[in-house]
């Protein structure tokens, strides 16, 4: 079964970049929305952004002038790019597959990576 | 934007007692559009309801989604040990939104 696994610098420097990428394994990474959420401690969910396998993203407009999402699918990668990080960015950062969407139909979050912490701090 | 409200913001019950959580979108929304998810501690989401009441994958019958317009609802019939974790709804748009959560804690 398609698997997600997330990789990256759990420390990353205030007013840094922050960089992160999740590997799709067990499948294909074309078709599906591929999305990044986050978590920070002790708080809940936040949808940072998806992008869909033929490039086009969708990004939470209180974070879009800040993100970048990216797909390579010749190694079934997608990637996150958070610039000038605070220590508000501290999180769980998540990958997550959404099987299907439009505009009448939505089958939700499928598969998820386990998470992965990245911490603000000099 | 879309804001979901969840209610309760705790809710405390014995196994085997019937569990109702309530999602309030901020305006009305397509039920195909809502998702319900479980976390437990130290992991991700679980996907457990699609469309506001289609069951996800391997989801027990227990578990159930209902609602329309601006109020959602998620039913677990019965609660079993392995429930008690906390429950986000979620809303598909032009941008997508996570409830604050319901935390089912054990009485």
């Known amino acids: 079964q398609v698997q997600l696994q997330e990789s990256g610098p759990g420390l990353v420097k205030p007013s840094e970049t922050l960089s992160l990428t999740c590997t799709v394994s067990g499948g294909s990474i074309s078709s599906y929305y591929w999305n990044w959420i986050r978590q920070p401690p002790g708080k809940g969910l936040e949808w940072i952004g998806y992008?869909?396998?033929?490039?086009?993203?969708n990004y939470n407009p209180s974070l879009k002038s800040r993100v970048t999402i990216s797909v390579d699918t010749s190694k079934n990668q997608f990637s996150l790019k958070l610039s000038s990080v605070t220590a508000a960015d501290t999180a769980v950062y998540y990958c997550?597959?959404?099987?299907?969407?439009?505009?009448?139909?939505?089958?939700?979050?499928?598969?998820w990576g386990q998470g992965t912490t990245v911490t603000v701090s000099s | 934007e879309i804001v979901l409200t969840q209610s309760p913001g705790t809710l405390s019950l014995s196994p085997g007692e019937r569990a109702t959580l309530s999602c309030r979108a901020s305006?009305?929304?397509?039920?195909?559009?809502l998702a319900w998810y479980q976390q437990k501690p130290g992991q991700a989401p679980r996907l457990l309801i699609y469309g506001a009441s289609s069951r996800a994958t391997g989801i027990p019958d227990r578990f159930s989604g209902s609602g329309s317009g601006t109020d959602f609802t998620l039913t677990i019939s019965r609660l079993e040990p392995e429930d008690f974790a906390v429950y986000y709804c979620q809303h598909y748009g032009s941008s997508l939104t996570f409830g604050g959560g319901t935390k089912v804690e054990i009485k």
């Open positions: 997550a597959r959404i099987i299907g969407a439009g505009p009448y139909h939505y089958y939700g979050m499928d598969v």
């Open positions: 992008i869909y396998y033929n490039g086009s993203t």
């Open positions: 305006q009305s929304v397509s039920s195909s559009h």
